[in-house]
Each structure stands twice: as C-alpha cells, then as structure tokens.
C-alpha cells in the first residue's frame, strides 16, 4: 500500500515540478538572483493574505511594460513572505515590508525583490516611517511603545512611550504622516487621539482628539492635516458614533472644520492625496474623491463598487491615477484595478489574496 | 485591513425555565409510571461483536446510514482522544491546528458546526461556537461510539447537517469489581495516566475513571517560513487536561433502569505560534472547564420502551493574548455556557413489524462571553423544543422502510418540519445484503455567536437548510474461518444559506447566510477479521471521497476531496502487533483553485503507526505492555497551513489491572 502513495507522490512532485518548471518559464525576469526591476518603475501591491495562514505575498506592476509579477519574494527567496503583510514603503533601492502578524519588518532590494535583513522584537508592528537614514519609526497595534530603528544597522535603537494612564492599555498607534519635525500618528482601535511626535527628542509632545478611530491620515499642500475616522462599530463598549473627516492645522493643532459623516453605517477607510495636495480620495461604498477646499463630504462615489467594497487605493504621485485593490471573496486572489483620476478603468490585474497597500518604485 | 479578536465569556447564569421543567415533567413521569412492565433482561449489558458493523437485529432500527467504532478500536487507544480516533478509525475528516490542540470534524464535507456530539443522549456542542473541541475527549471516557451519517441524524437529534457522533457509556451487568491502571510515556514530555474502577453489587454498578496528562510538547520541526529556514522547537505549545467521570446505575428487577453521569474536565493550553511568528515574548493561552452532568430513567415495557433524560451542563473558556514585547495582555476573554438539556424517547412495538416512536427534546441555554480589556461582551438566552414522531414498518421478510418528522420551535421561531423517509432492501434470502436509502430535510440554527458576537453577530441570520440523500449497500458475511463487514454509501446534500464569516466595511469580520453548498460523494467500509490456528487477523479500512463546492463547482477550502484510513491487526499468543495508515488528499486553502499553485494548497500526506504490546498475568493480575512509533517514517505535514505537526514519536504504556 505504501508503495501505491509513493507512486501517487512521487506523480504529484512531478506534476509540481512540471508546473514550477511552466510557471518559470512565464516569469522571464526571474533568475536564480531574484527580479531585475533595476531599470523599471513600477509599483508593488503588498497582498495581506488571510490571518493566521502565512499566506501573504507581493507583487509587482511594471509600469513600462505593464507586466504584473505575482509571488515576488517568494519566488526570489523561495520561502514565504509571511502572516498579514500590511504596508511597504522604500528607500533607494531598499523596500521595507511590515508583516504584522508575524512580528517583523523584511527588508528587500527593490530591484530584485531579494531579502535583504529581517528586524524583530516588535508584537503587532504596523507601519513603517522613515524620517532620515538613521531614524524610523515603527508604529504597534498591541505595543506600549513606537519602536525607533536605525535602517543603515536595522536594529532597533529606542523606544518611545505610548502607553494610555494606566499599565495595560495603550494608544493602538497605526499610520504615520510628516509635517516639518513632527509626526502625527493616528490611534485607531478603541482610540481616538492624533499623537504628535517631535522627531528631534523622539517624545510625545501632543495629542489631538478627532472622531472615534481615525484609520488614515494625510498632510494636503496647504499644511492642513486630514484624518479619517471610521466612529467604531455597532456594539462596541468603546461606543459607536458618525464617523468624520476632520481637518486640522498641522502647525496649531487645531481643528479647524469636522464633516460628519450623515449615517452610523458610514464606516470609510483608507484616505490618500494625489500628487499635487489638493485632491483627497478615500474607500466609502466605492471610491470618493474631493477637493481640500470643500467644506462637505461627497454625496456620491466617484467609482462605483465592484464585486464588494474596495479594500484599498493609493495615488500615483506622479499621474494621480488611482491603484484600488478588491479583495473579491476575500479567500482568493483579489484584483488590481488601475483607474484614471477621473475615475475611467484603465486596466485590472489578478495578484495576491487581500491585496492592502501598495509602494510606488521609481 | 485590521481585524480585532475577542472572546470570551460569562455571564452570570439565569436559572432554566422552571415553569417549563416542571411541564416538561408533569407530562413525561405519568407516562413511564404507567407505562407496562417487561419482565426481561435489560438491553444494556454490553455484547459487542468486535467483528461486526451493522447487526442484524439492528436492521429495522438503524436502516439509516450508520456506523461505529470497533469497541476493539476502543480499547487499543485508550490513551488516545476522539479526533484520533475518528481520523483513524472512520470517514469523518478531522482539522486539526496541531498535537492536543483544537481539533474540529468535518462529516461528509460539512462543517464544524454541522456535526453534533451527543453524549449519553444530550448533544454536548457548545451553543455559542455550534462545535466541539474533539481533542478534549478521551477515549478512556467512552464505551460506545456511533456515528449517524447524514440525514439518519434525524433520528437522535437535529441540526447535524453532517451527522451525529453519539458517546455511550453503558455498565457491564458482570457483578465482577475491576480496577486498571493505564500509565504512559510519550515524546515530547507527555505523561498520561488513567484509572479506571468498577464496584459492582446485584443492581447497583458504580464506575469511576480518571485522568491526568500533561505534555511539554516541544517537538522539533523545519521552518520554512522564517528566514534563514531552520530546525525548531514547538515553542508554547504545552498543555495539562485532568477530568473525572462517574455513573453509578441502578436497576430494578427487570424493567427499569437509573443512571446518573457526572463528568467534569479541565483543560489548559498554551497556543504555539504561526510557523512565520516571530515575537519571542508572545503568549497565547486557553483553557477550558467542563462539567457535565445526566439523570436517565429507562423503562421497559412489553410494548416498548421509554427513556428519560435530563442532564445540566457548564462550560467556560478562558482566552489570553499577550502579544506585545511588554508583555502586556492585549485579549483577555471568558466565556460561559450553562445548559439545560432535556430527552424523552418513546418506543412502542405497535405489532412485530410497527414500530412507532416518539422524542421530545427541551434545551435552555444561558451563554455569555466578556473581553476584559475592552470591557466588551455579549449575553444571551436560547430555547429550543423539538418533537419528533416516526414509524418503522417491515414489509414482508426483506423490505424495511421508516418515516419520521421533526419540528422545532426554537426561541419563538417555528422551523419547517424536517422529515426523513427511507427504506431498506434485504437483497438476497439467507444473505446479510442490504441495500438501503433514505431523503431527509434538516436545519441547523446558527450558534450565538453567530448571532451576537460583538463586533460583527447577526441577529438576522436564517437557519441553515439542508436536503440530503444517500444509497448504501451493506454486505456481511461470516463462516467458520473469517467474516466480513463491508458497507459502500453514496451520498448528495444541498445545503442552503450556508453561513460565513466575511470581511465588512467595518474592518471586522461578519457571519452572512450567503453560500450554496452542494455536497456529494461516497463512503467505503470493510472489516475483514479471520482465526487462523492460534492467531487471529484483522484488517479494516475507509475511504471517504467528498466534493463540496458551491454552485460553481470550485471544492472548499479545508475539504479534502480523498481520505483513506486502514488499520490491520495481529493477535497471537498474547502478543498483538497492530499497523495503522491514513491519507489525507490535497485541501485547498483558496476558493480560487483555478490559479493552482504550490501555495493554494496543502500537499497531501500519509501517516503510518506500528505499535506492539503483549499482555502478561500473574494470578489475578493482567500487565499489559506497548510500544508505539507514530509518523513512522517522520513525514513533514501540516493540517492546517502554517502550523507544524509532529515527526516520527514514540510512546510507551504499561497497563495494570484486576
């Protein structure tokens, strides 16, 4: 009998070996060294994968030629890339990956999407922000600290204090945005505080209160800070309200106008800014846009929902077109669509499960 | 994305509906008091025929599609737990996320939820989470396992959309007091020890088990997924359970039975890390409490038989993660279920071939969770009365046919009547062939949390309902020198408004009755047992071929299309070798199967087993020795993605008893 199963194994090997062999053949820019994006802009789309699974993955868009390559750094580093990756940024020709459930930060060369180093010593590390070559900073869902890192060693140098008056809890700190020697970070689960933090002591100077759970952040060419929160969830002991678009003045901290969102069932995510600062998008039922001189939400979406809810967009700088990831059953791999700023598709791609944040490489 | 976690539990416990316990009563006791009296032997004793699946005598009763684990399979694992058991021993698919953790069955490509466990007659599945944590009962603690595959579940309960696996204990009417002693040596620092003693005197029968095991289990695996790739330790993955489990029966001098069953457990468990997880300072932990009590008046008559069942049950869980390098508690859930359970069973022999029988089920359910941390949590309160009505009809020597309906009323809700409708064929004359088919309706009603979890319970969620049908072919054959047991099953279930956790625009996950399942497949069974000279073989196997996929065709994740189990035994001069393999086919771990790749699914694996052990007695002493290498030959696999299992272990058990 045993003989039998190894027949059927060894077939089964074959039939993988046959299949890695075709799949190679189709990836035409993969050698033995990885990728060579060395001379291509592209953007790559960090796909989550499905918690607990290990499933994660990346992939790259080639803008030139507009081939997508799926599986990046597994292919480049035969191992998987990890349990929930959740944001990518780079510097030079380095790309760091956040990989929240398990616990670390991979950096890569963007080039060829080889590993580069591996940083632990964090529990639910979120985002990435780089403040110069020796200093980022690196926000935690679950940690009583934002971990200071020195990207030319990748070591963790220090740690700054978040915790929320008492032992146990802490400010969930997520994303991150820059304005000058300040950083706001936004707290979003069971949070509703905008942390300032002065880079130059790498201490909690501030704290503004928005909406409950702001989940997205952005400085606009006008020095305004927008946060988007999504006003918690039914049920919730934290407590539900209208979740809002808050603008603030990044050099008072003051806010300056709150547009409350008109329905409890609003629960927008993920606001970005085009290139030029005066555009701000975000994921409500399909994909809103307005102006930074609005004073109320837009009524409608500027690009409807496809199969369910986006579950991600991102701005290219450069030409504002719009990158939206759709998750589809959530279980599969979802879809990238491309779309212009005016909210006409250009073209989709199949990539990763969950695909959740993306970084542009020059 | 992000996602939140919770749990967790109590609640302070209303008492059950009074007012209902006392009609339930006031209705029920009159009829077993009056209730004509059988002067004849109870049908409790044990008489298992090891070599046999499907009695004869159990035709008219079990024309379903039924099956069972070998009392001989019981007792060369007593040291095991139900989820090994069913992987090796039937065609029930068992996900497991690794050694002595959380392991779930899949019944005919169904889930979880759709498969109930009743034990001594009350289902046992927690109202909150609709399943059961299979690796939490020992084979120790049972003496009878039965499974009723698909629509035959309607008879002992409903819901199971996958079917029941029903746990006995039954007393043994030998008047001989016994006492054993199980002790165990395993790798990964695993110690078991098990105690097992019978008082019996004329009509009283008390028995008492117990249990202690605790294990470091540390075992060495290759991760992959970290880099660089390296050779590992299972890190917090230890655990301790200990439980308890005493009956005491009383029989009158012929027609009345009373038992009472108490059995209480406690559980606790670290919970090893994703093979990527790399937080050194990480805890995870669960730990589980379990009492669960059962009164049983049976009564028998000349016309039939009835039996009274009212049991209570508590339940609690405990869950913590410390996720964070300060170690600070970011999840600290409790949860607790206290449930009322209550059975009526009614059987009357209307003539030799009617027989008609009648069940009344009353359950209360009183279930709250609590997330210390954020102060968040639900409570909840279900009710559910079921009544069921059948008849079973013989048909001259060879055609034998039942009708049944049940309706439920859960809360204030009706569900649709549920029939089921069968017959069996007896092929040939002087021959035990059988062919058999049955059609039946079922629901299941969603489990409370997938009604009030917070965030994300739907209060809205319909029941989920199912149509099944199967066609079986049961052979037995027997001469002097071998015996055969041999059962082949086709099966089909729709199942509607399938629930599933999915993704919202909240950023957590939501339960929706969204799926169309389609369900069909085959079972096999054989048993082969043959005397030879002084020794005795026997070999058995199953196969279990399952597509579940919905309407578009694409199989589930976690559903392995192939599963095979086949275990052979020697018995000879005291000695008993026994060899034991199993295979698990490719599960997919995308719904997207049309883009296969390495990484969209689990490879398939085969596992063998190959224990020994020879028993010795002095005097009125019985010492029973075994040696066991499990994954014999140190195969690399996983259950469940990204969690390690075990290499090739080896275990050693000394057994004492009189």
Redo the contacts between chains.
Sequence with gaps: MNSIFKSVAAKFQMAILFFALCTSCDEDNLDIKGYDFSDSAGVYIVNEGNYSQDNASLSFLNLESLKLYNNVFYNANETRLGDIAYSMSIDGNTGYIVINNSGRIYSIDSRTGRFKGKLTGFGSPRYFHMVNDKKGYVTDLYSMKISIIDPSTFEITGAIDVSNNSELNQHSTEQMARFGNYVFIGCWSYDNKILVLDTTTDSIVDSITVAKQPNSLVVDRNNKLWVLSDGGFPGSAYGEEYAALSRINAETKEIEQVMQFPSLEDSPIDLELNGSGDTLYFILRGIRRMSINDTELPSDPLIGMRNNDFYSIAIDQETSVIYAGDPLDYQQNGLLYRFTPDGELIDSFRVGINPGAFCFKN | ????YQTVVIKSVKSPDLKVLLVFYAVLFPLLCHFPARAQNLTDTIHLQEVKIFRQEDFAEHIGSFSRIDSLMLNQNNSADLSDLLNQHSTVYIKSTGRGMLSTASFRGTDASHTKICWNGLIINSAMLGQTDLSLVPAVFLDNVFLYHGGSSLMTGYGALGGIIALDNKPLWNNKNSFSLINELASFGTYQTFINLEVKKNKWISHSRSFFSRSENDYPFYN????P?ENQRLKNGQYSRYGYLQEFYYRTSASDLFSVKFWIQYADRNLPQ?????????RESQSDGNIRSVFTWKHYGRIGEAAISSGLISDRINYTLA????G???INSQSGENSFINRFDFLIKINPKTLSRFQVLYNYYDVGITEK????G?NAIRSELSLMAGLNREFGKRVSTFFLMRSNLIGKSFIPPMPSIGFALKLINDRDLYLKTSMTRNYNVPGLNDMYW??G?NPGLKPEESYTADIALDLQFQNDLFSINSSITGYFSRINDWIIW???????WAPENIALVFSRGAEFSVKVAADVDYAKIIIQSNYNFCRTSEFDGRQL?YIPVHTFN?WAGLLFNGYKLNYQ?G?TGKRY????IA?????TFL??Y?L?DLSVSKELILQKISMNFNFSVRNLFNKEFQVV??RPMPGRNYSFILGLSF
């Design positions: 994305m992000c996602f939140r992959q997924n970290v880099l790739a994703l093979l990527s997880r790399e937080v050194s300072t990480a996720q964070s390098a300060q600070n508690v970011n941390i954020h102060s968040e639900y917070i965030p319970g999915k993704p919202t625009q909240y950023q957590y994740i086949g393999l295979y771990t995308q719904t997207d883009q296969e790749n390495s990484e490879e398939p085969s063998s993605m990204a």
